[in-house]
């Protein structure tokens, strides 16, 4: 066919805001075939529970700061 989609799992960590953070997700291109090459027509991607509840910690900290 002419249309495909690859599920590729990430790493990531480095600092935010002077803090530590690492997560994990999910990233889902969507990709047609132009003549004979194929074309990313779509991204999408979705942390990690673990880095989203991080997140919300951090900003539960903000406001009572």
């Known amino acids: 066919g002419s249309l495909a989609v690859r599920r590729s799992r ?3 960590s ?7 953070y690492a997560g994990t997700g999910t990233k889902y291109f969507q990709l047609a075939l132009v003549g004979s090459a194929w074309r990313i027509v779509a991204l999408s991607w979705i942390d990690d529970v673990r880095l989203t509840l991080t ?8 406001a009572n700061q």
Request: glycine share 12%.
């Open 10 to 12: 990430y790493a990531k």
């Open 55 to 62: 997140m919300e910690q951090r900003n539960a900290e903000r």
């Open 14 to 20: 480095g600092q935010l805001e002077g803090r530590p």
